[in-house]
Structures are given as C-alpha cells and as structure tokens.
C-alpha cells in the first residue's frame, strides 16, 4: 500500500512537471504575446493553471488524511476495547 502511494505521488509530481495545460482563448493570447516578443507572460500563465489545476486535488487530500487519521483512532479505540480500573 505504501508503495502503492509512493509511487502515485512520484508519477503526479513528473506528470505535473511535463503537462502545459492551455485553454483556446489562452492559448491565442499566449501566441499573440510571444509573437510581439514577450514569452515570460507565457511561462506565468502556464504556473497559474497548473496552480489552479492543483487545488482541487490538494482538497481531496486534506479530507483524505483527517478521514484515515479519524478511522484510524476509531479503529484502535475498538480493538483495545473499554479500559477496567
């Protein structure tokens, strides 16, 4: 299982580091400006989708680890079962 995990975040972190995602109007306004001689506006467009594209599964994330840390502890509370004294 942790292999598993490792190997996912490996694959998202290479995967996210190649992919340009672009959408048509950006992709226009991006050739029109590296075009006119501006290519840095192109590479800070490109950061901001990845960026925006990145929230989402950093959400599911945080939910993720607060679920398995709650299950977790459920799940030790259950198999020691009630505490004598």
Request: charge should be positive; aromatic fraction near 12%.
């Amino acid at each position: 299982m942790k292999k598993a995990a490792f190997l996912s975040i490996v694959f998202v972190i290479i995967a996210t580091a190649q992919s340009v995602a672009q959408c048509a109007m950006c992709r226009s306004t991006l050739e029109n400006n590296y075009a006119a001689g501006k290519p840095g506006i192109a590479a800070g467009i490109n950061t901001g989708i990845l960026y925006l594209l990145s929230m989402p599964y950093l959400a599911v994330l945080v939910l993720w680890y607060f679920w398995y840390k709650t299950s977790r502890n459920a799940r030790k509370e259950l198999s020691h079962g009630p505490v004598a004294r």
